[in-house]
Every structure is written in C-alpha cells, then in structure tokens.
C-alpha cells in the first residue's frame, strides 16, 4: 500500500525566507509524485511531479522539489517566499497503473509573515 | 485545452435530504475520473474513482454513491445526507499521472 507524510501541519516563514515543506512516502513500487496548492476554497493545483528521469523538478512560481529515493522524500523548496505564497500544499503519491489514483498527504498550511 | 466543471459551488442541505453533485470534463476523452472529499483541517480522502462509464470502484463505505451516466459527466449521490457528509467536495480526471481538479462544492448538512 502507498501512504504519504507531511511533517508540520502549519508552517511560517517571513517573507523572502526559504520555504521548505517535507513530505516522505511509502510504495512498493516506483512512486510517481507530486505537489499540489490550495487555496481558499479552491480546487487544487498542480505545483510540479516527478514520474522519472531527473530527480530535481522545476514548477511553476519558482517552486522545486527533490525526489531522493533512499530517503523516501520529496520536499518542496522554494529560495524566496512571497506573501502570495500563503496556502496550502499537498504531496501526493501515484503509480503506474490504469487507475491512477492520487494518495494524498494531510497537508501543510504555509503562512508568509510581512 | 481541458476543462473541468463541478458544481454548485456551495450547498446548504438538511439531515435526510437528497445530494446530486454534477461534474463534467471537456477536451477530452476516456478520462479517468475522480470524487474526493476533504474535511475541515484534514486531508484529501478519495471517496469513488471510475475508469470507464458505468465502472465504479468505491473506495470507503459510506452514505454515498457515484455514477458516469456518460464518457465525461461524473455524479455524486446520496437518497438522505447525514451531519458527516458535510465537507468540500473535489472531482478530477486524469489522463495520465497527474489529475486536475475542479473548483469543489461546499456541502454544509444542517
């Protein structure tokens, strides 16, 4: 069975600090993963993924993450926050079959301080 | 380009009235689609996901039911809602890996 962890349900950061959100996962077969923002009362959007190839991806709004297999993680950074930054993100785990369905970690709430 | 619409976007329903959530998917075809549910401080839990119309596959028991009348229209159901039903509703489809959400509905059960 696959399963995600995110540690820290809430984290600060002033603005134009490093963002860094942890996420480590469990699967019996190569992951495909995944980062997604939400916003209040909104949908949610695709951040970035990793299905394979280079293990460091690029997303949008200047976010990356790392996919490093021996630790089982894949942390989203970004070098410099924005207060437009404050939402929520979730990782989330997939793999290669038919269904393709997403398990998602319980979350993480980034607040920006001015 | 794709799109996904879910609606309404908000719903206040009593304790054993009937719920029907409409989501439909444009610009695309054979989608797998997807209903999530997603309560107040907790993640997203996957409620039915569907490969194929009239092919359901249910992930937790529940209140609710799902339903793919047609390739790219996706339908959550209930005949009486309870106070836990209430939460914000998520449908996506995907293609590949990677799945696009619609904007959810918040179902407030009184």
């Known amino acids: 069975a696959q399963s995600v962890t995110q540690l820290g349900s809430h984290v600060s950061v002033s603005e134009g600090a490093l963002v860094l959100l942890r996420c480590n996962y469990s699967?019996?077969?190569?992951?495909?993963l995944f980062w997604y923002v939400q916003y209040p009362n909104q949908g949610l959007q695709l951040l970035l993924k990793?299905?394979?190839?280079?293990?460091l991806v690029k997303g949008i709004n200047g976010f990356e993450a790392e996919f490093k297999k021996s630790e089982t993680s894949f942390h989203l950074t970004k070098p410099s926050a924005h207060m437009s930054d404050a939402a929520e993100y979730f990782c989330?785990?997939?793999?290669?079959?038919?269904?393709?369905?997403?398990?998602f970690g319980s979350g993480t709430r980034l607040l920006v301080r001015p | 380009s794709q799109t996904i619409h879910q609606w309404p976007a908000t719903l206040v329903q009593p304790v054993g009235s009937p719920l029907s959530l409409e989501c439909t998917v444009e610009?695309?075809?054979?989608?797998?689609l997807y209903w999530y549910r997603q309560a107040a401080g907790r993640g997203l839990q996957l409620l039915f996901y569907?490969?194929?119309?009239?092919?359901i596959s249910s992930e937790v028991p529940q209140n609710l039911s799902a339903s793919r009348p047609q390739d790219r229209q996706f339908i959550l159901s209930s005949k009486k809602l309870l106070l836990s039903d209430s939460g914000f509703y998520l449908c996506?489809?995907?293609?590949?890996?990677?799945?696009?959400f619609g904007q959810g509905t918040r179902l407030t059960v009184v």
């Open positions: 996506a489809w995907s293609g590949g890996p990677e799945a696009f």
């Open positions: 699967s019996s077969v190569p992951p495909y």
């Open positions: 990793y299905t394979t190839g280079a293990t």
């Open positions: 989330a785990v997939t793999r290669m079959d038919s269904s393709y369905k997403l398990i």
């Open positions: 610009g695309t075809s054979n989608p797998n």
């Open positions: 569907s490969v194929g119309i009239g092919q």
